[in-house]
């Protein structure tokens, strides 16, 4: 299985909403990372857990909190977001963060739309 | 800061043309470097790691090159297909697990 999954594939909020974005992968994979895309941009980093503890938050906003429960799965709450945050959220995962471990294989995104 | 540019940002070519898709960054210090594609809407694929250490690596008809002193690396495609379009990404590896992606080349393969 060499596949990273991510539920929803769409999502719909208002600014006063609390959802979760999901981030699944049966690959043994030890790093997992969270990116914002843009539409016509290339993907933002915003989160990095490397075995399930958090490595990298490039100053996100705290309206977005991360969660790795366990090493398979990554998720990614949301609250109080802004119109701005309208984005394809995207989740990735490597077998580690060292030489020769770096490939990153991508989920199909969620798309998230705040209204 | 590490900042990446591909070259062009558009490309329309018939099928069956080889074509090249430039990326430069201006940090030599990398890691690797990563070519990706991306459908629309869809999340990326990996097509090819260059390690800092090697020259080129190949998967089909894709061969990626990586001259790190002069900050550049190619994506060649051989003999194109209406299949190949997308937008190619190459994202370098510097500290960390950090990843800096290029704005990528949106692709056009007309039949």
């Known amino acids: 299985d060499t596949e990273v999954t991510q539920t929803p594939k769409h999502l719909v909020m208002g600014m006063t909403n609390k959802k979760s974005l999901k981030c699944e992968q049966h690959?043994?994979?030890?790093?997992m990372y969270w990116y914002k895309q843009k539409a016509k941009k290339p993907p933002e980093l915003m989160f990095v857990?490397?075995?399930?503890?958090?490595?990298i938050n490039e100053s996100v906003p705290s309206r977005f909190s991360p969660e790795c429960p366990n090493s398979s799965l990554l998720n990614l709450h949301l609250h109080a977001l802004q119109p701005e945050d309208s984005a394809l959220y995207l989740c990735?995962?490597?077998?580690?963060?060292?030489?020769?471990?770096?490939?990153?294989?991508f989920g199909p995104g969620t798309r998230l739309l705040v209204l | 800061k590490q900042e990446v540019t591909q070259i062009p940002a558009a490309l329309s070519v018939p099928e069956g043309e080889n074509l090249v898709l430039n990326c430069s960054f201006t940090?030599?210090?990398?890691?690797?470097l990563q070519w990706f594609r991306q459908d629309p809407g869809k999340g990326l694929t990996s097509l090819l790691l260059i390690q800092s250490s090697q020259r080129e690596q190949t998967s089909g008809r894709l061969n990626a090159s990586l001259d790190k002193s002069s900050g550049r690396s190619t994506l060649y495609i051989a003999a194109s297909q209406p299949g190949d379009s997308a937008t190619y990404l190459c994202a370098v590896k510097t500290s960390g697990s950090r990843l800096t992606f290029g704005e990528g080349t949106q692709l056009t393969v007309n039949p």
């Open positions: 690959m043994g994979h030890r790093a």
């Open positions: 990735a995962s490597s077998q580690g963060v060292g030489i020769g471990q770096e490939t990153q294989y």
């Open positions: 857990y490397s075995y399930e503890k958090l490595s």
């Open positions: 940090d030599s210090a990398i890691y690797n």
